[in-house]
């Protein structure tokens, strides 16, 4: 069976973006991966946009009217969706996981980049590698599993050299 590589599709539809942003950002999924202990087989996509796109997205697929600064969309939070198709496929084929989509807004990671006095390479480093804990099914809605997640993003982030200013 032939494995892939890590497929990491990024879209800025804000033209905001420049590469050493990019490469970061792959930088960040790669190493929140290997954190994570994932096989290199999997695909996630990053789009940039601005406040209005995103708060759209918010309140389309989450019911809330306002900007965020990031929004993740699981594929696997929906499996049974593609199990049948899984099913069918030949077992020679080695598909990559399909982790999902996140959404970033440039136009909040600014802000929040000032807001808390660090660069945006930071504030952007933070919002990827909480948007893929998401994707990997990690989540803040109880104290215990803010710990977990929060604890997470800071080992990953100060591996790329992205800590918070004491």
Same mark, same amino acid.
């Given at each position: ?22 490469? $970061?950002?792959?930088?960040?999924? /790669? +190493?929140?991966? &290997? ?6 087989? %999997?695909?996630?996509? *990053? ?50 996981? $399909?982790?999902?989509?996140?959404? /970033? +807004?440039?136009? &909040? ?6 807001? %808390?006095?660090?660069? *945006? ?46």
């Amino acid at each position: 069976m032939e494995v892939n590589a890590v497929d990491i599709a990024i879209y800025d539809e804000t033209d905001r973006t420049n590469q050493k942003h990019m490469d $970061l950002i792959e930088q960040v999924i /790669i +190493s929140a991966a &290997k954190e994570l202990k994932l096989e290199d087989n %999997f695909e996630v996509w *990053i789009t940039i946009v601005d406040n209005k796109r995103i708060h759209e997205i918010n309140k389309e697929y989450r019911s809330i009217d306002r900007p965020t600064d990031v929004i993740s969309f699981a594929i696997e939070d929906n499996d049974d969706e593609f199990e049948i198709f899984f099913d069918e496929l030949d077992d020679d084929i080695a598909l990559p996981r $399909l982790l999902g989509d996140i959404f /970033i +807004s440039m136009d &909040k990671a600014e802000e929040q980049a000032e807001e %808390f006095d660090h660069s *945006i390479e930071r504030e952007i480093g933070f919002l990827t590698v909480h948007g893929f804990l998401h994707l990997n099914g990690y989540d803040h809605q109880t104290e215990e599993e803010e710990k977990e997640m929060f604890a997470l993003q800071d080992i990953i982030l100060e591996e790329n050299g992205l800590e918070r200013k004491k």
